[in-house]
């Protein structure tokens, strides 16, 4: 009896400890804060580069789709390159070319050269970013679950720190938010070679087309599709939204500059932090993964409706961002652990070519939203945004029956040990 009171008490401090990790979870968690810091970190400058390098909105939101175009090709391979040099060494790899092709883009003089040092950073943040994952799922403490709550937090943080910084530097100059992501770069690399230890176990080798291959997974497949789709939508919010927000403001006498778009993505950031890490755990465990996901699609789908209408508003445009990041945070962190639980595929090849797929659609939606807006109007691009939303929800309605089994409401965590643990008596 006394033992069962101490392995339930175990398992309680065990569901309890999400933030006793080892610190090398912790390195990894940092470093990847400040990675995905460099997916919002350009945005409130986007402006700013347009009127001093004199270029183009299309021009300037290549930004985005040279470094999520790299991103997701390098992808599909990532995994194949980790499992010659090891996690560490692969982390090391993208950090080292974050690093240099940040500071590149901050010395550079033409947005051509920003577009093609962007390109480079996209490729180390491929690197990084899909070992990182399988590192923390790895590394820490109490089961998938919570190392992708982990994982998300750490996206959220940076998604919501990027803007924010981007903002601050960017009033001082465009080129401060690429020296300020370098540097912290270089603070997180040191973190990994110093925090991470090398198991010194090799690697199974994985095939140079394993990343290719595993799209043919039904299941994986299914999702890929959905987050392609999905993340057209979230860049199209992200890339696009600078530019009629700060026309409307232009229009109603107000200053709009980077600080100002700094603060607001810092609050959609913010939103996604919140939601990703404390709201969408309990949503997934009372109503399970799919009918989730289900829903948050079509609210953000209201939302980027909602913002073609009022796209002339700058009370509008600003709380859509703001709540639409409550929405992206529960749908980044269940698409997430969906991919984790949804196949027996390798956890690193799993989410390498998932993200691949995922970032192809992030590459597009930047690369034609300026010229949808110049062609049909400002609030086109949020259109084609919902139509993409529907598309997702199609695609995921098409393949919900190879992830029939997720769509039920997940246990909380004792019950599901006390489940696994019934069983293996039984």
């Not at 051509?112 to 070992?131: E, H, P, V």
């Not at 799993?350 to 939203?369: D, N």
């Amino acid at each position: 009896m006394s033992k069962d009171r101490a392995h339930k008490s175990k398992e309680g401090a065990q569901a309890g400890s999400i933030l006793r990790q080892p610190t090398a979870v912790w390195a990894i968690a940092f470093a990847c804060a400040v990675s995905f810091m460099g997916i919002g970190l350009v945005d409130p400058i986007l402006p700013a580069i347009s009127e001093e390098l004199h270029a183009s909105p299309s021009q300037t939101m290549l930004l985005f789709t040279s470094y999520l175009l790299i991103t997701a090709v390098a992808m599909f391979f990532s995994g194949f390159i980790s499992s010659r040099l090891g996690v560490k060494r692969t982390l090391l790899a993208g950090l080292v070319f974050i690093v240099v092709f940040a500071a590149l883009a901050g010395a550079s003089d033409t947005v051509g050269q920003i577009i093609g040092f962007r390109a480079g950073w996209g490729l180390g943040n491929a690197l990084f970013i899909s070992t990182a994952l399988a590192a923390i799922v790895g590394a820490a403490t109490g089961g998938s679950a919570r190392a992708v709550i982990l994982y998300e937090a750490a996206l959220g943080i940076g998604m919501a720190a990027g803007p924010l910084l981007g903002g601050a530097l960017g009033e001082i100059s465009w080129r401060g938010p690429f020296f300020g992501t370098a540097v912290l770069m270089a603070v997180a690399l040191l973190a990994i070679v110093v925090l991470l230890r090398d198991s010194g176990a090799k690697p199974e080798p994985v095939p140079f087309t394993a990343g290719l291959s595993a799209v043919r997974n039904p299941a994986l497949l299914a999702l890929a599709i959905t987050a392609l789709f999905y993340n057209y939508g979230f860049f199209t919010l992200l890339a696009y939204t600078p530019y009629p927000l700060e026309e409307a403001a232009s229009q109603a006498g107000l200053d709009f500059g980077a600080h100002e778009l700094g603060l607001v993505f810092f609050g959609w950031g913010t939103a996604l932090a919140i939601t990703s890490v404390f709201v969408a755990p309990i949503l997934t465990r009372r109503f399970g993964l799919l009918p989730v996901l289900f829903t948050m699609l079509s609210l953000l789908g209201v939302g980027l409706a909602v913002m073609a209408v009022g796209v002339n508003s700058v009370p509008v445009l600003i709380t859509v961002v703001v709540v639409s990041g409550l929405f992206l945070g529960v749908l980044n962190t269940a698409l997430t652990q969906t991919v984790m639980e949804a196949t027996d595929l390798p956890r690193n090849v799993a989410s390498s070519t998932y993200s691949g797929v995922r970032f192809l659609g992030g590459a597009v939606a930047p690369a034609v939203s300026g010229g949808i807006a110049e062609a049909m109007g400002e609030g086109a691009p949020y259109w084609f945004g919902v139509a993409s939303l529907v598309a997702s929800i199609v695609a995921l309605a098409i393949g919900s029956g190879t992830l029939a089994h997720l769509a039920r409401p997940h246990l909380a965590a004792q019950k599901e040990a006390e489940a696994v643990t019934a069983g293996a008596e039984a």
